[in-house]
């Protein structure tokens, strides 16, 4: 449980810079320190805290997004809170002063200290983790780190990544291996079945498989812990894609026992934009090529795979103040927070019988992405519906197995943002798009 000082720090309510884009007066300010201080204490289990609106009402503040559309697409990237664009917006700047000494003498070694609260907030050793630009390149240093020859298999679901995808396909064209897919129900809600699916596709030949932790597509969570451990067992390294996981729900590597994972972290750790996670577990360093070369001194060394040139320190930097935010809040408290308000939506649109939702809302299957389909509505034109009458983002999924809307509210979303989106939504179940 946070205490009250801890919380208002990473609201980031007392700096100065915070409170101009707060655009806080003393007293309203006085007001929701008393408001934050009350609501900061540690009785109210996270569920009650999802639902007490006033809290969210401060947490809404610390984000200065636009209010005249409503964005529910924060899976694709997230807008960070005030106080990280300000973090960065700070460390721009000084790097600007005189960039080989103060990006690359003071700022740049500062990055340890992120790696080493990343490290701790993912329940591993700092030496295993690598900071990179995103999940996608984090996901290219393990799709082509490893040797693979002409006729060796990957295998991996037709719900993966498409840019995953393309990785492994441009080694079936430049190497000659073979990738294979399989499909997945939806929604999965029987674990032992996604491992089953999995282990009846490894053939003699497959030398790697990819999952995802959670699905894009549809917010599916899958088992990471019993695929992986399956796969050992066989020998066969699984490349974790979390790109959605991270900071979204709360777990640890523990969780996991993966080898390799990647995320990104302008997504739900809500840092700034270009900033991701690679973990590769100690022991595993040595035989992963990195994507850019990296002298032979650093084989055994994570931060081979930070050797890409210059590139700015900010980002990296401003990932702690992220970092504070999230844990400021908590992670369970924000898990808890998504799924209410997933969970706000998806009730109200499954009065319908013509809404399908393709994604479980059992606790352990999804949180904050979820995938609706109107029967007999196309979902692209739906999307353009929502944009065109109603100014509200929503991201149209056409899969050869399914299709919907792919829902995702953030922290900052209102429950009359929520209301609006059904609104909305109701009125094309009862009359459909007009023509
Ligand atoms: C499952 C999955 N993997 C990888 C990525 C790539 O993430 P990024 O664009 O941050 O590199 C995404 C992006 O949405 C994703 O959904």
């Known amino acids: 449980m946070i205490r009250r000082r801890q919380f208002l720090g990473a609201l980031g309510m007392p700096t100065a810079g915070a409170l101009a884009y707060l655009s806080m007066q003393p007293r309203a300010l006085a007001r929701s320190i008393e408001r934050l201080s009350e609501l900061a204490g540690d009785t109210a289990s996270?569920?009650?805290?999802?639902?007490?609106?006033?809290?969210w009402f401060e947490v809404q503040q610390a984000f200065t997004v636009d209010r005249s559309l409503i964005n529910l697409n924060n899976g694709g990237v997230s807008p960070s809170p005030a106080i990280v664009q300000e973090a960065m917006k700070r460390y721009l700047d000084y790097s600007n002063t005189a960039p080989v000494y103060s990006m690359w003498k003071i700022l740049e070694?500062?990055?340890?200290?992120?790696?080493?609260?990343?490290?701790?907030?993912?329940?591993?050793?700092?030496?295993?983790v690598a900071l990179t630009r995103n999940s996608s390149e984090s996901l290219q240093i393990l799709q082509f780190g490893f040797d693979l020859k002409a006729g060796d298999e990957v295998l991996t679901t037709n719900q993966d990544y498409p840019r995953m995808i393309t990785t492994f396909q441009q080694r079936e064209r430049r190497e000659g291996i073979v990738l294979k897919q399989f499909s997945i129900p939806v929604p999965a809600e029987d674990d032992d079945?996604?491992?089953s699916l999995f282990e009846e596709n490894i053939t003699p030949r497959t030398r790697l498989i990819l999952m995802c932790h959670i699905i894009n597509l549809t917010g599916q969570i899958l088992p990471v812990k019993k695929v992986v451990q399956m796969a050992r067992k066989k020998g066969i390294p699984v490349i974790v894609d979390g790109a959605h996981a991270f900071a979204h729900f709360d777990f640890t590597h523990q969780d996991l026992d993966c080898d390799y994972y990647a995320s990104?972290?302008?997504k739900w750790l809500l840092a700034p934009h270009?900033?991701?996670?690679?973990?590769?577990?100690?022991?595993?360093?040595?035989?992963?090529?990195p994507l850019m070369a990296a002298p032979e001194k650093m084989d055994e060394?994570?931060?081979?795979?930070?050797?890409?040139?210059?590139?700015?320190?900010a980002n990296y930097l401003a990932i702690g103040d992220a970092l504070t935010f999230h844990q400021g809040i908590g992670a369970q408290r924000k898990e808890a927070r998504l799924r209410h308000l997933t969970h706000y939506w998806a009730q109200r649109l499954l009065e319908y019988d013509k809404v399908r939702l393709h994604t479980s809302?059992?606790?352990?299957y999804s949180c904050a992405l979820a995938n609706v389909e109107v029967?007999?509505?196309?979902p692209g034109a739906l999307a353009t519906h929502l944009w065109q009458e109603h100014r509200i983002i929503v991201t149209p999924i056409k899969h050869a197995e399914f299709q919907g809307l792919r829902i995702t509210p953030n922290l900052y979303t209102t429950l009359e943002e929520l209301d609006r989106f059904c609104d909305a939504m109701e009125d094309v179940i009862r009359k459909g798009l007009a023509a």
Not at 114 to 123: C, D, I, N, P
Not at 281 to 289: E, G, H, N
Not at 375 to 378: A, L, W
């Open 46 to 55: 996270p569920e009650e805290v999802a639902a007490d609106e006033s809290y």
């Open 109 to 128: 070694p500062q990055r340890e200290g992120v790696r080493k609260r990343l490290a701790r907030a993912f329940g591993c050793s700092p030496e295993e």
């Open 193 to 195: 079945e996604i491992v």
């Open 264 to 266: 990104s972290l302008h």
């Open 274 to 289: 270009g900033t991701g996670l690679l973990y590769v577990r100690r022991d595993k360093i040595r035989q992963l090529w």
């Open 301 to 313: 060394d994570i931060r081979k795979y930070e050797e890409i040139g210059t590139h700015p320190a």
């Open 361 to 364: 809302l059992k606790p352990q």
């Open 375 to 378: 029967e007999g509505i196309d």
